[in-house]
């Protein structure tokens, strides 16, 4: 189930789990219980992922910073939760550690009662389901099909993805910096790595203007806000150093035998973290995905070359499509790290304080007109953005753009007013930045995606922002009967 919510009893959440009940007993058939015992099975294990979701936060209550982190001293946690046994736990798996953050500590309150409240029986059918699902998409035919038949009521895909579709994913996923070194070599030139460093670095100086700027904020605090944003680290296009996957055993005719042993490697390579400090070279993407992010404890912003592409980024375009595409990506990531989450960290990427409290206040009072801003698009009949849980990236996206177009601004073109096209350049890097975000998508992925994605859907993380960026009105000569007007005062500038 997509998230603990998806338990509660609304119409277009009982579909789902009656789908799930279906494709639980629908896996126990295929591994050869009758269809009778299929279905108590099914019942069985969607009754305890009824109990655990109980105890989950929301997604709106996991922004909490400070919330998730529990450090926890193993001898406590044993008398908290003897039935988890932690101890003996962490024995078995090799790990030698005295604390360790328990980030959601009601979820292991529950699991430490359910160990004692359900039966070893029921554990095993609950494992097993487990199981089941996790590789079902690595199994023959049958087992394919039965999860797709799950997807498509969640997600509304009518069909499935092509064999080569999926290979290439299966391959990005688990081989990423293999497959990574090959695709950098054919699709990210050195000239554009510098390009992009060049604009990363200008929309890093536009920031700190803008920082200058800002009538709401002291200037101690606008100190530390600049000391941060130059202490930031940039990652572009690969990691320096690449993943050895020397352990992983790949063999033509073993797909889930292949599967479980990069699996295993990814999972070792993960615990033998324990205890060492922390590789600042590690990347948490492939780099042929189209994605980047920002790593609050890190301090740093990361850009793959799967976004260093067209539409987003072209090393032949002009700045205008440049600045409005990958230029509002950069300005985002940016902006996390001064967003309700990232302005809880420092230069260093300790969660501490380096406000005032006076512009503390200001700040927080700014982010909840985010929220309320937000709440109130509509996105498909009476469904509306979640405000609370998506204030982080759309905090991102309107500080993000007006950054970057700060930034444009600084360019020869930006200074210009020579038409290219029929536009001009500040209209072409309007456009550029609605042209980052074209997706087509069925209804029920927009409803999936409004409950559990933590960004706006991509039609909102145009219109939301440009509504609040008074340049976008000039350029298009926005009028107060337009739909996407807001009057001056209700525009937003945060950053
Ligand atoms: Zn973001």
Not at 208 to 235: C, P, V
């Amino acid at each position: 189930m997509p998230d603990r919510d998806y338990f509660n009893t609304d119409s277009s959440t009982v579909i789902i789990q009656e789908a799930y009940r279906m494709y639980l007993t629908r896996l126990f058939e295929l591994v050869g219980s009758s269809s009778e015992q299929a279905k108590l099975n099914a019942q069985k294990v969607y009754e305890i992922d009824k109990e655990i979701a109980s105890s989950h936060r929301t997604r709106v209550e996991l922004r909490d910073v400070k919330a998730n982190y529990n450090k926890i001293a193993i001898r406590d946690l044993d008398v908290k939760h003897p039935n988890i046994g932690w101890s003996r736990l962490l024995k078995d798996l090799y790990a030698q550690t005295d604390s360790i953050n328990v980030g959601q500590p009601t979820y292991y309150d529950k699991l430490n009662e359910l160990l004692k409240t359900v039966s070893i029986q029921d554990w095993k059918v609950y494992l097993k389901a487990k199981s089941l699902i996790n590789y079902s998409n690595a199994l023959s035919k049958a087992f394919v099909d039965a999860s797709f038949e799950y997807d498509k009521i969640i997600s509304g895909q009518a069909v499935q993805k092509s064999r080569g579709e999926k290979m290439a994913s299966a391959v990005d996923q688990n081989l990423g910096e293999a497959l990574g070194q090959s695709y950098v070599k054919r699709y990210f030139s050195e000239e554009a790595k510098m390009r992009m460093l060049d604009l990363v670095n200008n929309i890093q100086k536009a920031y700190a203007t803008r920082i200058d700027k800002l009538e709401w904020m002291s200037d101690s605090t606008k100190q530390k806000a600049k000391e941060k944003l130059f202490a930031i680290t940039k990652k572009i296009g690969y990691p320096d150093k690449w993943k050895d996957y020397s352990n992983v055993h790949i063999a033509r005719d073993t797909y889930f035998e292949n599967l479980v042993s990069a699996n295993a490697t990814a999972f070792q390579r993960n615990f033998d973290k324990l205890g060492k400090s922390v590789d600042k070279t590690e990347w948490f993407t492939t780099p042929s995905t189209v994605t980047a992010y920002n790593n609050p404890t890190a301090n740093e912003i990361v850009f793959p070359a799967g976004i260093l592409q067209p539409p987003y980024f072209d090393n032949n375009a002009d700045d205008a499509l440049n600045y409005g595409g990958i230029g509002m990506v950069i300005g985002h990531e940016l902006t996390h790290t001064f967003d309700d989450q990232g302005a809880q960290f420092d230069k260093e990427g300790n969660v501490k304080n380096w406000w005032t409290e006076e512009d503390y206040k200001k700040f927080k009072s700014k982010i909840q007109q985010v929220i309320d801003q937000y709440s109130e698009f509509t996105v498909l009949d009476s469904l509306r953005i979640n405000g609370a849980m998506t204030v982080g990236e759309n905090t991102a996206d309107i500080a993000g753009i007006a950054v970057a177009y700060d930034a444009f601004k600084m360019t020869q073109q930006g200074q210009d007013t020579t038409k290219l096209g029929d536009f001009s350049p500040d209209q072409r890097f309007f456009l550029s930045i609605a042209k980052i975000w074209r997706v087509k998508m069925k209804d029920e992925f927009l409803r999936l995606w409004i409950n559990n994605n933590s960004h706006s859907p991509p039609m909102w993380r145009v219109n939301g922002p440009l509504m609040n960026t008074t340049p976008f009105y000039h350029a298009f000569n926005v009028q107060p009967e337009d739909r996407m007007y807001l009057p001056e005062e209700e525009r937003i500038t945060i950053w």
